[in-house]
């Protein structure tokens, strides 16, 4: 089955970064925010396929973060990354949205809880994945993850194989953490979505992750799943899509 069409969309942060977005329109006045993971891109054909799904539930504008794939910039692994979803969030509103989700996968997850307690304006959030806390090294994939982030070779080769361009340097402050963030989301519903088989973060991220927010909120752990956009079924995006639907309908 091919994917929905979509269109190309150039967009611009508040701090001069352009970012490279793809529009899937839809008639309804729901929009969908679809942020990916760390070295991720809207791009990849994993993408593709959960705008697609997403898209038989609203509008989705799909982006990718600074510094990776096309958008302009370095990425920032968290922090700075919120003003992309604004971004992204705004244009949505531009185009005709009225009610706007957005669905953050890891990294993403993270971006969207703080953009959510931050700058507000968003109607749901879907936190796929997502870390509860940063600096985490409990896993050897996250470990692998901080070794590119943190040393000038990891950088290197983060750039060379998979398009990401890494800022330097320590954050300075240090962002408010996602479990933070989450009891800020309120009154937009949370959705926490995590597998109990995630390579990256344990359970305990999901659940410190929840904990944290503030009603309405919803917590899912699903048997069997791995971690972000690469694991995710279609019946899983299909069943996000409907929690959207109802929440905002």
Request: proline content about 7%; aromatic content about 8%.
């Amino acid at each position: 089955m091919p994917f929905a069409p979509h269109f190309p969309v150039m967009l611009r942060t508040e701090d001069g970064v352009r970012i490279d977005a793809a529009h899937t329109p839809s008639a309804g006045d729901i929009g969908i925010v679809m942020a990916h993971g760390f070295t991720g891109s809207w791009r990849e054909r994993t993408a593709r396929r959960i705008a697609h799904v997403l898209s038989g539930y609203g509008g989705v504008l799909a982006f990718d973060f600074r510094g990776h794939g096309r958008s302009g910039g370095e990425t920032t692994v968290g922090d700075l990354e919120i003003l992309d979803v604004e971004a992204a969030v705004r244009h949505a509103r531009v185009v005709g949205y009225r009610r706007i989700a957005v669905v953050g996968f890891s990294m993403g997850a993270a971006v969207a809880v703080r953009h959510a307690a931050l700058r507000r304006g968003v109607d749901a959030v879907a936190a796929v994945s997502g870390p509860a806390r940063w600096y985490y090294r409990g896993t050897k994939p996250m470990r692998q993850v901080h070794w590119a982030i943190e040393q000038p070779f990891g950088r290197f080769a983060a750039r060379l194989a998979k398009r990401t361009r890494i800022a330097s340097g320590q954050w300075d402050p240090i962002p408010m953490p996602p479990h933070e963030a989450a009891a800020l989301v309120s009154p937009a519903p949370l959705l926490v979505v995590h597998g109990d088989a995630d390579a990256f973060f344990p359970l305990d991220h999901a659940h410190q992750l929840y904990d944290g927010a503030r009603e309405p909120k919803e917590l899912w752990i699903e048997p069997g799943y791995g971690h972000a956009e690469s694991a995710a079924s279609p019946e899983l995006i299909r069943r996000i899509g409907k929690w959207i639907s109802s929440n905002l309908s």
